[in-house]
Structure formats: C-alpha cells, structure tokens
C-alpha cells in the first residue's frame, strides 16, 4: 500500500497567488482530514470529509480557504489568495470511519508564502 | 513535516533506558486516547490506543496508561532506541455512532536519545 500521497512535497508562491495542495488517500479509508501544523500552533484540524462529505469545517482559518473531496479518491485544498501567514506544512490524513482515532497521515506539504 | 519546535518540552534518554512521556487531557467524555510519533520531517504515526474505560494497554515495548481520576495520559517506552527519537504527541477523541470525529492533539513532547 503506498500510504497516502500529498503533492506537491513542497511549494513556495508569494503573497496573493492560488495555492493548491492535492491529497490521495489509503483505498478503502472512508473518511479523510486536512491539517495544518506550525510551531505556534501546533497540528490543528481544518476540515474533515466523512464519505466524500464535509462533515465539520469549523477550523477553516477564513473564506480563503477551500476543500472539496470530488470522489473518494482525491481531495483539495485551496488557499486563495495566499498570505505569508499561511506558511506552514499541511497534512493529509485518513481513515476507516469506525476507527477514527487511527488515522494514517501523508508526508505533508510544506508551504512557503513570501 | 515539521516538527513543532523551539518551546516544547524536551525528553533526554539514554538508550536502553526506559522513557516515560506524559500528557494531561481536557476533556472527561473522550472515548479513545493515543499516542502519535512524529520523526522529523515525517507525519505523525500512530502508535497505540487506549478506550476510556481501560487504564493499561500494552504494545510491543509500549505500554500506556490512562488515569481519568487526574486526567492523565503517559507513554512507556522499554529499552529506547536511537529510532524511537522524535516528538510524540498525546491525542483525545470522541467518537459519534454513523459520522467520523475529530482529534484533539496535544502540544507534543520530544524525545531525544542519548548514545
């Protein structure tokens, strides 16, 4: 199993540009989470899908930022526009909706805004 | 990944030697309780569970162990190794029949071992 996938590893834009970071999770996981982690804040939750469904988003910063999860394949993540506060590295986790609390994290991409 | 950093606290180990990291939780109506490693430039791996009606669950070279009474969570880690080095974080959830629910986490303790 290849773990679940993030792309790009790392991305550097400046201030104002789209950003768009793209997650794969395991086959089979049902439900999937994006994080973000900095040093003040530690790993916070920002949203999470439950079969392709938004299930709880209230830890999206602002209206900057999207997701959308199309199929249970493939989920997004949207910055637009970027700010230089955004700089952090973003996760992408999933897993099987009965075992929530065992989720399998992505590499994580780190996001550079100047 | 990155590895919270600067100001969190800090475990030396020599290796070999038992480690113990500890973490205090907030909330009284978790169901489940885990520990997640994180090495640096990685992200966060499950390592073990313990559901709130236990207070001992052992693993292989881990044990953990929850003390609702003062809201205590610890990690024991037998004979630590140069891999076990990373930051670990303590993580709390509840969980609600038919949807999937968040992970609180918790500030994180790094681990460093010794030679």
């Known amino acids: 199993d290849a773990g679940v996938i993030q792309s790009p590893r790392h991305e550097v834009t400046e201030m104002g540009q789209e950003v768009t970071l793209r997650c794969k999770p395991i086959s089979g996981h049902n439900s999937l989470f994006w994080y973000r982690q900095t040093m003040m804040r530690g790993l916070e939750l920002l949203i999470y899908f439950n079969n392709n469904v938004p299930i709880d988003d209230s830890g999206m910063p602002e209206d900057r930022f999207s997701a959308k999860m199309p199929n249970a394949s493939f989920s997004t993540l949207k910055i637009q526009p970027s700010e230089p506060r955004d700089s952090a590295v973003y996760f992408c986790a999933s897993s099987t909706q009965g075992l929530a609390y065992e989720q399998y994290f992505g590499p994580g991409t780190r996001l550079t805004v100047t | 990944g990155e590895s919270v950093g600067l100001h969190l606290p800090t475990l030396s180990v020599q290796e070999g030697d038992n480690s113990i990291i500890n973490c205090a939780y907030s909330?009284?109506?978790?169901?489940?309780f885990i520990w997640y490693k994180q090495e640096s430039g990685k992200g966060p791996q499950f390592i073990i569970d313990i559901r709130s009606n236990m207070d001992k669950r052992q693993g292989q070279r881990v044990t953990v162990l929850l003390n609702k009474t003062v809201k205590h969570l610890s990690l024991q880690i037998a004979a630590t190794q140069p891999g076990d080095s990373a930051v670990y974080f303590c993580a709390e959830i509840g969980l609600n029949t038919g949807t999937a629910s968040k992970l609180t986490f918790g500030t994180g303790t790094r681990l460093q071992v010794t030679l």
């Open positions: 909330n009284s109506a978790s169901d489940y």
